[in-house]
């Protein structure tokens, strides 16, 4: 007997959350990282973009999965997916935040 294919888009995407919504909260987070451009010239601005994509879509939501595991550990049906796209979210409000009142 074979095994089902599995999709990618199925490992990438929660089954609770509507793909759309997650790609509209990907593109957004690679959009409002370009917006640092505006803090340097050439090489320095593109690393400025870079930090902000790896600070957005990286390290923010890794370490919101990392203290979800707990919640994991008790309930097995728990979806670390979910808590990765909120840490993506609380990113992206948290760099709205930076852009506006940092300089």
Known sequence: ????????????????????????????????????????TGLQGWLNVIENWLLMLLILPTATAVVALPFKYRDPSFELKLAYYMGMFVALLFTIGKLRYWR
Do not use: E, H, W, Y
């Open 1 to 40: 007997m074979q095994k089902p294919l599995v999709k990618i888009s199925d490992t990438i995407f929660p089954k609770d959350l509507p793909k759309s919504l997650t790609i509209i909260l990907i593109t957004a987070c690679l959009l409002l990282g370009l917006a640092s451009l505006r803090n340097g």
